[in-house]
């Protein structure tokens, strides 16, 4: 069976990146009939934030990507890793540092002026001797100290790592006994029988690190894949700025989970030329393998015109409920304009509520003295014929011999207060005669002078 998980640190909200990460677990884990699993990595309780906690699961709910079991929080398992790092002491595999801060400091500076790599140089990798007094231990895992570590990417290759360049005697426990992250992440995905590894390819300079710890302990490795990093379309990492934000973000913007996921799985991954997919077709077509050896591209356009696909295929009863308002015939109107749920609100917005300034660009150009002769024609005939708004706009131009744009956009502008929106004459019938003539009243009386 696979088993796969999506391991957050609670420093911080979910972002699209780790979004992305769970989705490709959650995906390749279910195509399989497998598991997919959720672990909170709370060790660091420095950096720990509660509240990242309470967002990060709230995200999952939004998005639909429910954990197959119990979900896993680190920082409840300290006897679990205790007992591990007992084990590789007794085992030999690891051993009890006392080189304190000022002498690590200095071997640092040492082996910078040589212009060699900083790094430990296992002085009490094999000690016997009196452990000096007043010194707190770490504890180092006795890694490799030559030949290669061979990472087997599913999606990069086979990347070879040498011990010289890459290893040393690193830490699995602090002075304080708190276990470090490579440990707990290769005993956790090993107790928990993780399997299959999707993650980003910030991850892959630690997979060297954790096989040492999966073989220390006789664990067997899993399949790993990394997954290279979502950019800007600068070439460069993505930024809050560009979109790297709080999932819940796109909510209260007005993004639909299921655009979400359609628009992070077509990062980097791609079937022929489709672009919409639905969550079946994601799990019956995906597999990590062709996932791009290359950096994918944030796209906000390409967001919002999925999100916008989806948006129009709802009908006018669902949307007025995604926005919890009355199902206006305005929604119909408009929705054809919008990329997203906050956009339709402002749309609706536009013509519902009476305008409280009007657009100055657009009187310059729309509003000149022709315009405001037509405009007031059209606010006579409205208050004293019977005939329907199209019959008033056809006499009207037909007498006048002008084009209907120099009727309409003075007609829009006193409606909603700049001169775009939807048909003017649709407009107009949903708004109704009163509020027209009230609106087109209320623009005249502002011009005056």
Not at 150 to 155: F, M, N
Not at 199 to 212: A, C, Y
Not at 317 to 325: F, M, P, R, V
Request: include cysteine; proline fraction near 4%; hydrophobic fraction near 35%.
């Amino acid at each position: 069976m696979i088993i796969t998980r999506f391991a957050p640190s609670p420093t911080g909200y979910l972002h699209i990146g780790g979004l992305r990460t769970a989705l490709l677990n959650y995906l390749w884990a279910k195509k399989n009939g497998g598991k997919f699993l959720l672990r909170i990595e709370d060790t660091d309780r420095s950096r720990h934030n509660e509240d990242a906690v309470t967002a990060i699961l709230e995200a999952f709910e939004w998005v639909g990507l429910k954990s197959d079991e119990e979900i896993v929080y680190q920082s409840k398992r300290d006897e679990i890793y205790k007992k591990y790092i007992e084990q590789l002491l007794e085992e030999n595999r690891a051993y009890r540092c006392y080189m304190t801060k000022e002498e690590l400091e200095a071997l640092r500076e040492e082996q910078t002026a040589k212009k060699e790599r900083p790094r430990y140089d296992g002085r009490y990798r094999d000690f016997t001797g009196v452990p000096p007094e007043g010194v707190e231990p770490v504890i180092r895992i006795k890694a490799p100290t030559e030949g290669s570590i061979v990472v087997h990417d599913r999606i990069k290759g086979s990347i070879e790592f040498r011990v010289a360049d890459t290893l040393d005697d690193f830490i699995i426990a602090r002075a304080d006994g708190s276990p470090t992250y490579n440990f707990v992440v290769a005993v956790d995905d090993a107790l928990m029988g993780v399997n299959e590894v999707i993650r980003g390819d910030d991850h892959l300079s630690n997979t060297p690190k954790q096989i040492v710890v999966y073989e220390a302990l006789g664990f067997e490795l899993p399949t790993f894949y990394h997954v290279p990093m979502i950019h800007n379309e600068s070439g460069k990492k993505l930024s809050k700025r560009d979109g790297a934000t709080d999932v819940m973000e796109y909510k209260r913007e007005g993004y639909y989970p299921e655009s979400l996921l359609n628009f992070l799985l077509r990062l980097g991954w791609s079937y022929g030329d489709q672009e919409i997919f639905t969550m079946d077709e994601m799990l019956n077509l995906f597999n990590p393998k062709d996932i791009s050896k290359s950096a994918s591209i944030y796209n906000i356009d390409k967001l919002n015109w999925i999100n916008g696909e989806y948006l129009k295929k709802r009908s006018r009863e669902e949307l007025a409920k995604d926005l919890n308002i009355e199902p206006t015939p305005i929604i119909n109107l408009v929705k054809d304009r919008c990329s997203t749920l906050g956009e339709l609100q402002t749309e609706i917005d536009k013509i519902l509520l009476r305008p409280e300034s009007y657009d100055s660009k657009s009187i310059k150009k729309h509003f000149k003295e022709l315009n405001r002769e037509l405009l007031e024609e059209f606010l006579e005939q409205l208050k004293s014929s019977e005939n329907s708004c199209e019959e008033i706009f056809s006499s009207i131009l037909e007498k006048s011999g002008t084009g209907m744009v120099k009727l309409a956009q003075p007609v829009r502008i006193a409606l909603v207060g700049v001169a775009q929106s939807p048909s003017v004459v649709d407009v107009v019938s949903i708004l109704g005669r009163d509020e027209v003539v009230y609106r087109i009243e209320k623009f005249l009386e502002s011009q005056k002078g």
